[in-house]
């Protein structure tokens, strides 16, 4: 039935709403006159497409002041200051853990040298006492050494103790020659501590002052656990409050495998403290409270964005239920789930959640200046994942210009079947990366986990060290050296020329079809269909006029009602 039979036909207009009427379905049943339906139909065309405007466009229909896109640049800009402020905080934190932990393994690990992480292991009886007993003298003699400013941690008044604590098997006999063991394999902990103290200088402490041997055949791990702590003093020179940091240090030597290496590593758990008693001269606590000020109108402009987006949102989806009313009321149609979509603006919801992410980030980041919290980690995630949404919510505004608007155009139309192309691929891709790792990861080192071989795989997709790749893989076994040559041929084959290719030709066809049409126009759906029949320009003023239409329309249509 045509809308022209329908309005023609006034029964329908006073049909009565059942209860189990929408809201804005019975509404509409409530309209009486054909003339006030008709205008009802030109009111939403007109309400559509003033929805769908650009910010220029809804300036010149109603004056509306694009505030919300005002606010995204002032946004974009307050929030990479604060990033850049906070990332360069960041680098200076990193940068102390780093280069501690490396002063560390040059204080404690004997003979050490830079990059010897994965190469650093003993070989004799000998070697293993003199490293223990080395990492304790030099423990001992800390403060006379260090060219930092390292202490012993306090607990109270005493100065923690160094544990050295031997791990073995409970009991055990073990004779290669005879290809005979008897052992239980229970794991015991023996612990010896020793207190802070300075030696003379000729002093060291050694096997004959300890009472410490080691049963190699027995012998699973001997860690050495020591706390010590430090000022990170270097902040003071950019104008910020230094911090206070706590080290747990664990020197292990690991002996699980008794194969005669003995590797060496050393463990840095870092803790950052907020500072007990400090005083620092000068401006530096005047700029913290510069940055609080800023970081608290960030917190503002976000929060002034979260609740504009917010507000879209919700009329967006007010709306479409009213459309959907309508549909079904006038054309008896479901609205079809596409055109309902196109009611929920994704950017807004983009742009909503960087206001939230940013807000707890700025809060954090408060805390962190007034010392009472010490989530770097933590804040930078959170400002940083902001900021990229951040701009890549500003997208959203080139979008309303067509010589912009491609690269948005081509990734929306190509995204389902990306999607679906990347599911088939993953599957052959999860295969390669559990085989390799079984089979090659003995002997190759970028497969020695699932994680390396992922990355050592993709890495081979975009071309990158293919050759090293090749190359070390060890020769000890001719068998699984022709399996590598076989699993990595085809890999590259597979994934290189097919997969890859494929997945590029499905990215330029869309792009082609979005030029096509940029060029020949869109198909329309039925949504665009029932806009584009409202032919008033934004600067015609009928939009102006338009919520003072609805307003004397539902006052007409009540008082109608009332007579009846």
């Known amino acids: 039935m045509t809308l022209l039979a329908k309005m023609e036909t006034p029964e329908v207009a006073v049909s009565s709403c059942s209860a189990h009427d929408d809201e804005d379905l019975c509404g509409y049943k409530r309209h009486l006159s054909v003339s006030q339906e008709g205008l009802l139909e030109d009111q939403l065309r007109r309400k559509l497409k003033f929805f769908f405007m650009n910010p220029c466009e809804k300036f010149w229909a109603r004056g509306r002041k694009p505030w919300k896109l005002g606010i995204q640049l002032l946004k974009i800009a307050m929030v990479t200051i604060q990033l850049v402020v906070f990332g360069l905080s960041n680098q200076m934190v ?18 050490y040298m830079d990059r010897m992480d994965d190469t650093y292991a003993v070989y004799t009886q000998r070697d293993v006492y003199d490293q223990i007993f080395f990492a304790i003298n030099q423990y001992l003699q800390l403060p006379n050494i260090s060219v930092g400013n390292h202490a012993y941690e306090k607990r109270g008044a005493e100065e923690t103790a160094l544990a050295v604590c031997q791990q073995f098997y409970k009991r055990g006999t073990i004779c290669p020659g005879n290809d005979t063991f008897d052992i239980d394999p229970e794991i015991v902990t023996d612990c010896l501590y020793i207190e802070p103290m300075t030696p003379l200088d000729n002093t060291t402490v050694g096997k004959h002052n300890l009472n410490f041997t080691l049963d190699f055949h027995r012998l699973v791990t001997v860690q050495l656990m020591f706390n010590l702590k430090a000022i990170n003093l270097q902040t003071v020179r950019h104008h910020e409050l230094p911090d206070c940091y706590d080290f747990t240090l664990t020197i292990v030597f690991d002996n699980k495998a008794h194969s005669g290496r003995i590797k060496i590593s050393l463990d840095n758990d870092i803790a950052i403290r907020e500072c007990k008693d400090w005083h620092v001269s000068g401006s530096i606590q005047k700029n913290t409270h510069y940055m609080m000020i800023f970081d608290a109108f960030v917190i503002l402009t976000c929060l002034a964005s979260l609740i504009l987006c917010t507000r879209s949102v919700v009329k967006g989806i007010r709306l479409q239920r009213e459309f959907v009313s309508f549909f079904l009321y006038y054309y008896k149609k479901e609205v079809s789930f596409s055109d309902q979509m196109e009611f929920v603006n994704g950017w807004y919801i983009l742009i909503m959640v960087s206001d939230v992410l940013t807000i707890v980030g700025s809060t954090l980041k408060m805390e962190i200046q007034a010392k009472s919290l010490t989530s770097y980690d933590v804040c930078s995630i959170l400002l940083g994942t902001s900021t990229m949404l951040v701009w890549l919510g500003v997208i959203r505004y080139l979008g309303f210009f067509q010589k912009y608007n491609l690269l948005i155009l081509t990734l929306r139309a190509a995204l389902p079947n990306v999607m679906r192309f990347c599911c088939c691929a993953a599957m052959i891709y999860l295969g390669y990366c559990f085989c390799g790792w079984i089979v090659l990861g003995p002997y190759h080192v970028k497969f020695r986990s699932l994680n390396m071989v992922s990355e050592c795989l993709f890495s081979l997709i975009n071309g990158d060290d293919m050759f ?97």
Not at 527 to 543: A, E, T
Request: glycine share 4%.
């Open 468 to 564: 090293a790749t090749f190359a070390k893989m060890q020769q000890k076994s001719y068998l699984v050296w022709l399996f590598s040559r076989i699993y990595l041929y085809s890999f590259i084959s597979l994934f290189i020329y097919m997969v890859l290719s494929l997945f590029i030709a499905l990215i330029t066809d869309t792009y082609e079809t979005v030029k096509h049409y940029q060029q020949d126009g869109f198909p329309e759906t039925e949504l665009q269909r029932f806009i584009s029949q409202c032919k008033d320009l934004p600067n015609s003023g009928r939009y102006r006029l338009e919520e003072e239409s609805s307003a004397s329309l539902f006052c007409c249509c009540n008082g109608c009602s009332e007579h009846m």
């Open 94 to 111: 990193v940068a102390f853990k780093e280069e501690n932990t490396v002063a560390f393994k040059h204080l404690f690990l004997k003979g």
